[in-house]
């Protein structure tokens, strides 16, 4: 019996030692599939790692594969423009040379220009100024390297913005012969001097007249910005995406407050937005320095509406020009400043103008309002890179708008139709424009016009006033683009 006992003993301990044996190797391998786990996460871990590094990679390649289709696309606009200039010198040689022609007349041809040097667009109409006489040395290094002896000068005429002023330039220009004006700036001077233009058969082409009034076809008046009604599409859809679903419009009473607030009201109601109220104030130098009338109606009618709508969901909107800073001074002392909670909106009569945010009072405040407006854009390319180097080394400090583009533009235009035409005569310049217009390629890409003679629209860019830089300072910043193909806005730094 002991004899058992000793083997039962023997054998539990045997079990007890297995046990251990076991459970150790249990915990071995346990231990090792935690570890085989733990490797198994990091390889996965590096695996997701290399799979977005590869992907980065790609994202890179993507992005240099569109750049080199950019610059491809750049090139080849740069070698049709090269091929288009060397077919304009032949036909200048072969057409207008000879006994009579333009070319062998050794003729200095003088375009006309009118713009603003010292009112409320001369921030626009001094680098229009400046760059139409690159625009007129440029023709005339073609011309030359075509052996044509013909020259263009340009004579500048400032009518500050002062309608019977550019009529009486207009008709200066008339008297001493001149066939084609690049200008005026505005709708209101433009309106009030076309039917001049139309009589006398002078060619009118602005860089900047946008008045939808203004559309009208077998005219004298060409214009390379588009009309109002594609600006009135971007302003509204501009403010509605910030969700405004009302909005009380502060206008110039001229062409231009016209048709840009009639423009942007018929579109904004047209998403489902209110208009409120349309204010208008005399547009007119000498009197619009008292704001007093029209703040106290925008107040008004903000008052009254803000319990329908909501301090986030009623928009101010300006058709002004630089009158908007006066108009900015005197609102900030008013109760309740600045009232909406939506950044202030205006049109384009006030895009990146220098003098409001330049001003120590007004441009920290529409920085505070976020002030936000649009303009007219078209794709940068190969000449206009090359002509905002050259730009900026002559005139430091300043930026060459889409207007100082525009005009730019614009006396090719006139220099080009006069050559095609064949003689300085304004009905004959005026017959050819547009097809002339339609294959330029400027600075401001391809010119095409409609019926009308205006600019077919593209895009357009939105920009606000923000504090920035250092030491900070207000200043205008891109915000986002509208497509006018999509009717939508893309928003790069929102306001």
């Excluded at 090792?32 to 996965?44: E, F, K, M, Y």
């Excluded at 009118?114 to 921030?123: E, K």
């Excluded at 300006?318 to 049109?347: C, D, K, Y």
Aim: net charge negative; aromatic share 8%.
């Amino acid at each position: 019996m002991p004899t058992v006992s000793f083997y039962k003993i023997g054998l539990l301990l045997s079990l007890v030692a297995l046990s251990s044996s076991l459970a150790g190797l249990g915990y071995y391998y346990q231990n090792r599939t935690v570890g085989l786990n733990n490797q198994v996460a990091s390889l996965n871990t590096q695996n997701d790692s290399q799979h977005d590094q590869i992907d980065s990679l790609k994202g890179q390649i993507a992005n240099l594969t569109q750049q080199i289709k950019n610059l491809s696309s750049n090139i080849d606009q740069l070698q049709s423009t090269n091929t288009q200039l060397l077919n304009q010198i032949i036909q200048l040689r072969n057409q207008l040379g000879g006994t009579g022609g333009l070319c062998s007349s050794g003729k200095t041809l003088t375009i006309g220009e009118l713009t603003d040097l010292s009112d409320g667009l001369s921030n626009i109409g001094i680098k229009v100024r400046e760059s139409s006489l690159l625009a007129v040395d440029d023709v005339n290094s073609l011309l030359s390297s075509g052996g044509c002896n013909l020259r263009f000068s340009l004579v500048v005429d400032d009518y500050a913005l002062d309608n019977s002023r550019a009529l009486s330039d207009l008709q200066s220009f008339s008297a001493s012969g001149i066939q084609i004006v690049v200008g005026p700036l505005n709708s209101g001077a433009a309106q009030f001097i076309l039917p001049f233009a139309n009589s006398n058969h002078i060619v009118l082409v602005s860089p900047s007249s946008s008045s939808t009034a203004l559309g009208i076809p077998n005219d004298y008046l060409f214009r390379t910005a588009p009309t109002d009604a594609a600006q009135g599409r971007a302003d509204a859809r501009m403010m509605f995406d910030k969700g405004a679903r009302a909005v009380i419009i502060v206008e110039r009473h001229d062409g231009y407050g016209i048709s840009v607030g009639d423009a942007t009201a018929m579109k904004f109601t047209s998403l489902g937005g209110k208009v409120i109220d349309t204010i208008q104030y005399d547009a007119t130098s000498s009197s619009t320095t008292d704001f007093t009338p029209v703040l106290q109606t925008v107040q008004n009618d903000f008052n009254q509406n803000v319990g329908t709508y909501g301090p986030d969901k009623i928009a101010l909107y300006f058709v002004s020009f630089e009158e908007l800073g006066s108009l900015v001074i005197q609102a900030s002392h008013q109760s309740g400043f600045p009232r909406t909670q939506l950044p202030w909106f205006g049109a384009d009569g006030t895009t990146l103008d220098p003098v409001l945010t330049g001003n120590a009072t007004t441009g920290p405040l529409l920085a505070q309002l976020r002030y936000t407006s649009p303009q007219f854009y078209t794709v940068n390319n190969t000449k206009t890179l090359q002509f905002y180097h050259r730009f900026n080394s002559l005139y430091p400090g300043q930026s060459c708008d889409q207007y100082c583009l525009g005009a730019y533009d614009d006396v090719w235009l006139s220099a080009l139709a006069t050559l095609q035409a064949g003689s300085y005569d304004g009905t004959k310049i005026q017959a050819i424009m547009s097809t002339v217009a339609s294959n330029y390629y400027g600075l401001t890409g391809w010119t095409e016009l409609d019926t009308n003679g205006d600019r077919v629209p593209q895009s357009y860019q939105i920009w606000k006033i923000a504090i920035v830089g250092s030491p900070s300072q207000p200043s205008w910043i891109l915000a986002g683009t509208w497509d006018a193909s999509l009717d939508s806005v893309t928003w790069l730094t929102p306001p």
